[in-house]
C-alpha cells in the first residue's frame, strides 16, 4: 500500500547488493442490493479514524520491508552460505511476485469484498515474514520470499483502496493521504533505527521477525473496524490477468539485472523485451474485454495520467540518497550501520511533518504549484549531494539536503496520489489503485538500474555518487516538466 510513498526506500549496507509496487465511459458491473446505492465500493463507514490507524499500520509494515531484507541481507549471506546471485534473487523473487501480482490483488478485492482479499494478504504476508526468519537455507528463504511478495501485492492493492471508500473525496480523503504518508515514513525512521541496533547487537533473524507483529496486530482489528465491501459481479480476466503478472515480473527482472549487467546482457535485454511486448498484448486484450482487470479510461483524463507518470519517475529523486549515503556514511566516513541509520533520519521525518502541510498547501495554492515546488527541492537537494565529498561536514553539507529530500517527496506525493485517485467511481478505485502501486514498483527497479547504470563508469566512489546523484536530479527535472503539465486548479 505504497500509495502516498514512493515506493519503500531501500538502505543498502556497503556490503550488500542493490535491491532493484473516472473512466467516462466503463460499464457498472454492481451486484444489485440494498447497500449498493452508496456504491459497490463503499465502505459502511462505521470506525473511520480506527481504519485509517490500521490500513496505515498495514502500509508501514509493506514499506518497511525492504529495508529491513537489505539491512538482514549480509548477515544472510555469511550464515547461509549464499552467492551474491542467490542474495539477489532473496530480494527479487519478492519484486517479482509484489509487481506482477498487483493488478490480479485489485480485481480479486473487486469480485471478492476488499476487506477479505486484503486480510488474506495481509495472513499471507506476516507468515511468510515469520518462516523467512527460521529459513535454514537459502532456496526456501527465495520461495517464503515469493510468497511473501504476493501477500503484500493483495494487501497493498485493497488495503490502498479500502483508505478511499472510507473517506469521502476531499478534504478528508486528503487528510487520510497525509497521515499514511506521515506513518509510512516515521515507521520506517523507527524501523531502521530498530533493525540497526538488532544487526549490531543481535543475530539477523530477529531483524526479520520486526513486521510479525505489526501483521498480527493488523488481522485482529481488521474485523473490528473494517466493513467489508460490496462486491462487483464480474469475472477475473484471466487473459488480462497471466498477461499483466508475465510483463510486470519481466520488467522488474530486467530491470534489476540492469543494475549489475549492461543493458544488452541477455538477462537484461530479454526480459525488458519480454516484458514490453506482453504489455502491448496486455493493452490490446484491456481495450476488447468487457470486463478488464485494468479500465484504459483511468488514463483518458490528463491530470490523471500526469500524477501516474509522476510515480514512474520521481522515486529516482529519492532512492540514491539510500543507496549512495549508507555506503557513503560506512564506506567513508567509517560509520556503524546504526549511525548510517541514524544520518538518514532527517528524510523520513521531515516527510512525516511536511505531509500535513502538503495538504495545506494544495488546497490554498492548488496541485500544480505544489508538485513543481517539491520537484525543484528534489532537483536541488540531488544537486547538492552530487558535490558531497569526504572533508564535508554532515551538519552543513549532507543535513540540509536530506531536510529537502523528506520536504520535496511530500511535496510531490501526496497531491500526485490525490490527482490519480480523484474523479472516480467506486468500481474505479481498486483499478487505479493498482495502477497506481504496479507504477511505482516498475518505477522503483527502472531509477535504481539507472542510477547504478549512470554511475558505473566511474572506477572511484567519489565520481560514482556524484554521477548517480545528477541522475537523480534528472528524475526530479522529469517530475517538474510533468508538473508544469498539469492543469490549473483552484
Known amino acids: 500500500m505504497s500509495a502516498p510513498v514512493f515506493e519503500r526506500p531501500v538502505a543498502v549496507p556497503a556490503s550488500a547488493a542493490p535491491a532493484p509496487t473516472r473512466s467516462p465511459g466503463a460499464p457498472p458491473a454492481v451486484a444489485p442490493s440494498a447497500a449498493a446505492a452508496a456504491g459497490p465500493g463503499a465502505v459502511r463507514r462505521v470506525r473511520p479514524g480506527p481504519a485509517l490507524a490500521v490500513i496505515a499500520g498495514c502500509n508501514a509494515m509493506i514499506q518497511l520491508d525492504d529495508p529491513l531484507m537489505n539491512i538482514a541481507l549480509p548477515g544472510i549471506r555469511a550464515d547461509l552460505g549464499l552467492s551474491a546471485l542467490a542474495a539477489s534473487w532473496v530480494i527479487g523473487a519478492y519484486l517479482l511476485a509484489f509487481g506482477g501480482l498487483l493488478l490480479l490483488g485489485g480485481r480479486a478485492g473487486d469480485i ?7 486480510t488474506a494478504g495481509v495472513a499471507v504476508f506476516t507468515a511468510a515474514a515469520a518462516l523467512r526468519a527460521l529459513a535454514p537455507g537459502g532456496e526456501l528463504l527465495i520461495a517464503v520470499r515469493a510468497v511473501e511478495g504476493a501477500g503484500a501485492a ?13 473517506f469521502a473525496e476531499g478534504p478528508a480523503r486528503k487528510r487520510a493521504i497525509a497521515v499514511c504518508t506521515a506513518v509510512g515514513a516515521a515507521a520506517t525512521a523507527g524501523g531502521l533505527l530498530l533493525a540497526g541496533a538488532l544487526t549490531s547487537a543481535g543475530s539477523w533473524r530477529w531483524v526479520l521477525l520486526l513486521n510479525v507483529p505489526v501483521g498480527l496486530a493488523v488481522l485482529f482489528l481488521v474485523p473490528r473496524v473494517i466493513a467489508e465491501t460490496e462486491r462487483v459481479k464480474g469475472r477475473f480476466d484471466l487473459a488480462g490477468s497471466v498477461l499483466s503478472a508475465l510483463a ?8 534489476s539485472q540492469a543494475a549489475e549487467r549492461p543493458w544488452n546482457d541477455l538477462l537484461v ?8 511486448t506482453l504489455l502491448a498484448g496486455f493493452v490490446v486484450v484491456q481495450r476488447r474485454t468487457a470486463q478488464p482487470i485494468v479500465r484504459l479510461g483511468l ?19 529519492l532512492i540514491g540518497a539510500y543507496f549512495f549515503l549508507s555506503q557513503f556514511f560506512q564506506q567513508d566516513s567509517g560509520w556503524s550501520p546504526l549511525a548510517a541509520a541514524f544520518g538518514l533520519l532527517p528524510v523520513p521525518l521531515t516527510m512525516a511533518a511536511a505531509a500535513g502541510l502538503a495538504v ?12 513543481a515546488v517539491g520537484a525543484i527541492a528534489l532537483a536541488v537537494e540531488n544537486l547538492w549531494l552530487s558535490c558531497l565529498g569526504p572533508q564535508d561536514s554532515y551538519l552543513t553539507a549532507v543535513l540540509p539536503s536530506l531536510v529537502l529530500l523528506g520536504a520535496g517527496m511530500a511535496c ?9 485517485t480523484s474523479g472516480l467511481r467506486p468500481e474505479e478505485l481498486g483499478s487505479a489503485g493498482s495502477v497506481l502501486n504496479a507504477l511505482q514498483a516498475v518505477g522503483g527497479s527502472l531509477c535504481i538500474a539507472l542510477l547504478v547504470t549512470a554511475s558505473s563508469g566511474h572506477a572511484d566512489f567519489a565520481g560514482a555518487m556524484s554521477a548517480g546523484f545528477t541522475a537523480g536530479a534528472a528524475f526530479a527535472t522529469a517530475g517538474l516538466l510533468l508538473s508544469l503539465c498539469l492543469r490549473s486548479r483552484p
Open 299 to 317: 488514463f483518458g483524463d490528463r491530470d490523471r495520467a500526469l500524477a501516474f507518470a509522476s510515480m514512474l519517475v520521481l522515486p529516482g529523486a
Open 154 to 166: 493483495f494487501a497493498a492493492a485493497n488495503g490502498f483502496v479500502l483508505m478511499l471508500a472510507t
Open 112 to 118: 471478492l469484498g476488499r476487506r477479505r482479499v486484503f
Open 269 to 276: 535485454a530479454g526480459p525488458l523485451v519480454a516484458g514490453a
Open 248 to 255: 510486470a515480473a519481466g520488467l522488474v527482472y530486467g530491470l
Open 412 to 420: 510531490c506525493a501526496v497531491p500526485a496520489t490525490v490527482l490519480a
Open 360 to 371: 495545506r498547501a494544495e488546497r490554498a495554492i492548488g496541485p500544480k504549484r505544489v508538485m
